[in-house]
């Protein structure tokens, strides 16, 4: 069983940034992939930025490209999200999630990340 805890969401102006952090209580194979996911009030969950953790390999979604960066700690334990030029679109809660790389079995609870114009 993995255990997920996020941090960092908040309130930001427009442009602004914000650096999101998950912590998993443990690195199995059955983890090996690390992503965060967005949901706003009426709208799908949106698979925002994924990280396979033994070889680093990233991805985004294109809504996001160039403004975020995905990123582990040295240890593997940790998977952030630094977000820039923070738009008022990019209002929702965010999870973390991990699992194998074909599907994600653990999700955190989430932190709101509000971007006001």
């Known amino acids: 069983q993995v255990q997920l805890v996020e941090s960092g969401g908040g309130s930001v102006q427009a442009g602004g940034s914000l650096i999101l952090s998950c912590v998993a209580s443990v690195y199995t194979s059955s983890s090996n992939c690390m992503g965060w996911f967005r949901q706003a009030p009426g709208k799908e969950r949106e698979g925002v930025a994924s990280?396979?953790?033994?070889?680093?390999?990233?991805s985004y979604a294109s809504s996001v490209k160039g403004r975020f960066t995905i990123s582990q700690d040295h240890a593997r334990t940790t998977v952030y999200l630094q977000m820039n030029g923070l738009k008022p679109e990019d209002t929702a809660m965010y999870h973390c999630?991990?699992?194998?790389?074909?599907?994600?079995?653990?999700w955190g609870q989430g932190t709101q990340v509000t971007v006001s114009s």
């Open positions: 999630a991990a699992g194998g790389c074909s599907g994600y079995n653990y």
């Open positions: 990280i396979v953790r033994r070889s680093g390999d990233t």
